[in-house]
Antibody
Framework: QVQLVQSGAEVKKPGASVKVSCKTSGYSFTTYYIHWVRQAPGQGLEWMGFVNPSGGGTHYAQNFQDRVTMTRDTSTSTVYMELSSLRSEDTAVYYC?????????????WGQGTPVTVSS | QSGLTQAPSASGTPGQKVTISCSGSSSNIGSSYVYWYQQLPGTAPQLIIYKNNQRPSGVPDRFSGSKSGTSASLAISGLRSEDEGDYHCATWDDSLNGLVFGGGTKVTVL
């Protein structure tokens, strides 16, 4: 069965970086792009961007272009999202999700979410 | 980054019909499909409507979607207690060259 399993909760200080992983299984890794979406406490969803597991190409949302890096490891079918220069406003649950390459962008499977807390 | 506009809350009694709206512009809803996600308390979002009005397998036909111009709607008929949660609309925005979400609508079953 399709699974996206994320790494555990993180607590970081302002100015630090965080790297969250998303290990996929149950489908062809290179057939689906992996996106990252975050949700601050009590807020809506915010799209951060995606990585193409096939070639490693990325596309980031304008709000995150200077601070986010998304990478993949095809040997372990795992995708990583690193966010730098953290500030308190980055406190949120971070989700990975997949969308079928060549199709409209919608997400049929999601990870369980990784809480990230930024606090001094 | 501008998003889509949703009312923060909606409510109804069991069996009633609730309609949630999602407002956008010509660069997003007006030129792209709309998708709806249900997020039950403490869980990840789940796709319930794709391409404006299509239901993934397993989603009850009590859920229906529609789109007209730069707005979209999600209707939940025969409201049930297990429908309580947040509902988010999403679509691609050509001006931003990115995916945008609505702020989410919290549905309460009275």
């Amino acid at each position: 069965q399709v699974q996206l399993v994320q790494s555990g909760a993180e607590v970081k200080k302002p100015g630090a970086s965080v790297k969250v992983s998303c290990k996929t299984s149950g489908y062809s890794f290179t057939t689906y792009y992996i996106h990252w979406v975050r949700q601050a406490p009590g807020q809506g969803l915010e799209w951060m961007g995606f990585v193409n597991p096939s070639g490693g190409g990325t596309h980031y949302a304008q709000n995150f272009q200077d601070r986010v890096t998304m990478t993949r490891d095809t040997s372990t079918s795992t995708v990583y999202m690193e966010l730098s220069s953290l500030r308190s406003e980055d406190t949120a649950v971070y989700y990975c999700s997949r969308h079928h390459a060549g199709y409209d962008i919608y997400f049929d499977y999601w990870g369980q979410g990784t809480p990230v807390t930024v606090s001094s | 980054q501008s998003g889509l506009t949703q009312a923060p809350s909606a409510s109804g009694t069991p069996g009633q019909k609730v309609t949630i709206s999602c407002s956008g512009s010509s660069s997003n809803i007006g030129s792209s499909y709309v998708y709806w996600y249900q997020q039950l308390p403490g869980t990840a979002p789940q796709l319930i409507i794709y391409k404006n009005n299509q239901r993934p397998s397993g989603v009850p036909d009590r859920f229906s979607g529609s789109k007209s111009g730069t707005s979209a709607s999600l209707a939940i008929s025969g409201l049930r207690s297990e429908d309580e949660g947040d509902y988010h609309c999403a679509t691609w925005d050509d001006s931003l060259n990115g995916l945008v979400f609505g702020g989410g609508t919290k549905v309460t079953v009275l």
